[in-house]
């Protein structure tokens, strides 16, 4: 009973540098999401995926790239981070909008 | 442009008493509705939804009521708890499977 697993916890990069934050979900939902939350913002939608194959862009897209590897993962790259970036992550999942979403426990990303 | 806001971004309530958190959508076309939680250092968790059809829903201690006219979304906390304090989002389905928050309300619960 996972639910959604966010990897890695805390991380903390240099401009520039680039990395992958993993998500992966147990529940066999169709759709997969990743907001951005940061103080007084709220959650924005950087990229989700309605489906295997399928990716769109969100709200906040630009500097992001993502990957739905299977039914089960869906992973958010940066390749090449900027301070502007330092937020926490959030992955989350559904089977369909009615149901509402199950979230991760997120990622606490710096960019120095 | 479409977007799901709230009124007060922090709600002092007495432990025992009820709280209500307020939201205002803008879209008339949302369908669906969704209350989150979040407690500090952890994803939101879902408390309660509800459809565009209904006006109000209940669940344990928390009831959503929906307002189409004037386009507000309402959560109510009966008996409030220590347990309660949290930031609570308010949620809209505006197309297909995307939701967007709003910015939150720190609910934050006086001994």
């Known amino acids: 009973n996972a639910g959604v697993t966010q990897t890695p916890k805390f991380q903390v990069l240099k401009t520039g540098q680039s990395m992958t934050l993993q998500c992966a979900q147990d529940?066999?939902?169709?759709?997969m999401y990743w907001y951005r939350q940061d103080p007084g913002m709220g959650l924005r939608l950087i990229y989700y995926?309605?489906?295997?194959?399928?990716?769109d862009k969100g709200e906040v897209p630009n500097g992001y790239n993502v990957s739905r590897l299977n039914k089960r993962e869906f992973s958010l790259r940066l390749e090449s981070a900027a301070p502007s970036q330092t937020s926490v992550y959030f992955c989350?999942?559904?089977?369909?909008?009615?149901?509402?979403?199950?979230f991760g426990s997120g990622t606490r990303l710096t960019v120095v | 442009g479409e977007s799901v806001g709230l009124h007060l971004p922090t709600l002092s309530v007495q432990e025992g008493d009820n709280s209500i958190i307020n939201c205002a959508y803008s879209?008339?076309?949302?369908?669906?509705f969704i209350w989150y939680k979040q407690e500090s250092g952890k994803g939101p968790q879902f408390i309660i939804d509800?459809?565009?059809?209904?006006d109000k829903r209940q669940g344990q201690r928390v009831t959503v009521l929906l307002n189409k006219t004037v386009k507000h979304l309402s959560l109510q906390i009966a008996a409030t708890q220590p347990g309660d304090s949290a930031v609570y989002f308010c949620?809209?389905?505006?197309?297909?499977?995307?939701?967007?928050f709003g910015k939150g309300t720190r609910l934050h619960i006086l001994p």
């Open positions: 989350a999942s559904t089977r369909q909008k009615t149901y509402g979403y199950t």
């Open positions: 529940m066999n939902h169709n759709s």
């Open positions: 995926s309605a489906s295997e194959g399928t990716t």
């Open positions: 879209n008339s076309a949302s369908d669906y």
């Open positions: 509800i459809r565009s059809n209904m």
């Open positions: 949620a809209e389905n505006i197309w297909d499977d995307k939701i967007i």
